[in-house]
Each structure stands twice: as C-alpha cells, then as structure tokens.
C-alpha cells in the first residue's frame, strides 16, 4: 500500500521550530505599510520608495546575483564591498546565504535539492516559506567559498541586519531633516521610513521572490533547458531584466538575461554604465549562438504550466 502523500511544505513550515525569528519580523514588515494610512504621504516620500526601490533591487539582481553568485562580471574590492552594502540594503540577508542558496538552486534546478522550486514544492513554498525552513537557515560556506575568502562579506553575512537598520535610521533622519528645513514638503520622519523602507522593501521582497516561484510557473519557454524555468516579460520589468528567466537558465553565467533585442534588460544597462565608468569589467557576454538562437523564431515557445 502506497504511503500517503505528504503535505506541502509550505503548511509543515507555519509551526516549524525556531521559524519565528525570521518570520515574526518579515509579518510585521508588512503591517507596518498600513502606517501609511497615520503618516499620509509626499511626492519626495513616494519619489523616495520609487528610486531605493530601483537601487536596491539592483543591488540583488546586479550585485547578489550576477556578481556574486555567477561571478558574471569583475570587480576591484572596493565596488565588490559596496555592491554588497547595497545587496544587504534589501534586508533579504547577507551575500554569502544568499549566493550560495542560489548556487544551490543551479545545482538542482527544479529536481530534490533546489531550495525553492515550485515544481518539486508548491508555489507558496517557492515563493516565500523555504526562507522560513530550517535546513535553509545555515550558509554553506563550501558553495561559496570563493566569497567567503574575504572578511568583509563574512562580516556583512554574520550581521546582514545592520545595513537595513542603518538604512531605516538614515530615511528617518533625512525625512526629520527635509520636513524641519522645508515645511512645504509635507514629510516627515516616520512617512519617509514607512514609504522609503517599509512599503519599498516589501515591494523589492515581493517582486523578487516571485522570479523563483513565477519563474518557474508562468510565461514562455524559448529554450528547452531541463528545468521548467519561463521567460515573462511583466516580471522582467519589473525585476529589473530578471523576468527573462528562460534566457538565465539557458547561460547562467552571462551578465545580461535579455537576449533578444527587444528584452530590457535594466540590470544590464546598468552593468554596462558602470561597465564605462570602469567601476566593473570584463562582463561576461553570452555567446554568439545562444543570441542567434534568440533571435530566431522560436522552437520551444508556450505559455503557463506545462500538461501532465
């Protein structure tokens, strides 16, 4: 007689030992953008959440991702650093845990293994509660090793909450200070954290966990990797070029994820700035057949989850 079939991991996750330590934070994250309704709101508050919304993303897309765990591209340490202060500004942990949880899911995409996969999980696992499990918890340094060679990384890794609390106080300051000097901005302290950080990182936190479940649930599939990973073009916009997420599995290691000429790619105009400022180099570019291949009519193309 067959076993029974075990419940997804995402309901086992709610009760799950020591769980709350992360997820007790994260929930009241979310409630806290309900302050919105006491603090009201500014043009400089919500032109605020719109550029650290922007910049920090980038700063996981950009920096967390293609930089560190794809080593996509090179950096002197200095950049290396302060891409790593940005990445950490999204409060979605240090880049050592996060790097090598993404190196992970390449190692075992959508197969037993992947930390996130809708396809051997649900979609609200994938999505959201694989942070929460305890086997996720750790960072396996042996993934990363190659960052784990340096101490500042360590450093930011071990206390990844210092940078979102350096940057809540900092919003906190800056809207203090525009509201005393400039009464006619209508801002405040407290308005600039809930718009600037609260409601910003909750945005950031949303968008970009749905490239690991979304990613791989929803959208067209240029290529036939042996992942079921799509490419969809709303996600892609709004994750900075993440969306293309096909593209990405297709050549992970490439600094840009937009292959066809039509694909923004946000990360990688940004990369290719930085690239001029020669504050980055050596982008990594993907090769000339899979851009060919692209471009082409595609042979793998269809939409939402696959039969059977």
């Not at 920096?63 to 202060?85: D, E, I, K, T």
Request: aromatic share 12%.
């Amino acid at each position: 007689m067959a076993a029974p079939e075990a419940p997804p991991r995402s309901g086992r996750l709610i009760m799950a030992k020591g769980s709350w330590r992360l997820g007790v934070p994260f929930v009241l994250l979310h409630l806290s953008c309900l302050f919105v309704l006491v603090v009201g709101w500014s043009p400089v508050a919500v032109a605020t959440a719109v550029v650290l919304y922007v910049v920090r993303v980038f700063g996981i897309t950009g920096f967390y991702h293609r930089c560190f765990s794809h080593r996509a591209f090179r950096v002197s340490r200095p950049v290396q650093l302060a891409g790593a202060v940005l990445g950490a500004s999204a409060a979605q942990r240090g880049p050592l845990w996060w790097s090598a949880h993404h190196r992970r899911h390449h190692r075992s995409t959508d197969r037993p293994g992947d930390p996130h996969s809708p396809v051997v999980d649900d979609l609200a696992y994938a999505h959201l509660f694989w942070m929460f499990a305890p086997s996720n918890q750790a960072t396996d340094t042996e993934l990363v090793a190659d960052l784990a060679a340096y101490p500042e990384l360590r450093f930011l890794d071990r206390f990844h909450h210092l940078v979102p609390l350096a940057t809540l106080v900092a919003l906190f300051a800056f809207g203090w200070g525009l509201g005393h000097l400039d009464p006619a901005l209508a801002t405040s302290g407290p308005q600039m954290v809930v718009w600037g950080f609260c409601l910003s990182t909750v945005a950031l936190y949303q968008v970009t966990f749905a490239v690991n479940s979304l990613g791989h649930w929803v959208g067209s599939r240029r290529f036939e990797t042996t992942d079921d990973s799509r490419n969809n073009w709303w996600l892609a916009l709004l994750a900075l070029g993440e969306g293309w997420h096909n593209n990405h599995h297709r050549f992970p290691g490439g600094a840009r994820a937009g292959f066809a000429r039509w694909e923004l790619d946000v990360t990688w105009l940004g990369l290719a700035v930085l690239d001029r400022l020669g504050l980055v180099h050596d982008l990594r570019p993907v090769p000339a057949q899979v851009l060919a291949a692209a471009r082409s009519p595609r042979s793998a193309a269809g939409s939402g989850r696959p039969a059977g």
